[in-house]
């Protein structure tokens, strides 16, 4: 099941930190500043730092992820939490 579908039944949602450094780690997707992600600058999910937060705490949407960029992530969270 995708994490979407989990979230639609879970009172959490799955979420990846943002920073704007790399420190190149292998597990820092980058994100492209544009007026679709609502970045100001390049900046990273952090896929190492996975965490479970209540839906109430997000008010509004500021930005989306390119459907290619979010493909990256799920491919890399596979990976960490495999090992």
Do not use: K
Request: hydrophobic share 40%.
């Amino acid at each position: 099941m995708f994490a979407d579908g989990w979230n639609w039944h879970a009172p959490t949602l799955t979420v990846l930190p943002i920073t704007r450094t790399s420190h190149d780690f292998p597990t820092r997707i980058e994100l492209e500043a544009t007026t679709q992600s609502a970045l100001d600058e390049i900046s990273y999910a952090c896929c190492e730092d996975i965490r479970a937060i209540s839906e109430r705490r997000l008010v509004r949407s500021l930005g989306r992820v390119d459907p290619l960029v979010m493909l990256s992530v799920s491919r890399t969270l596979r990976l960490f939490l495999d090992d």
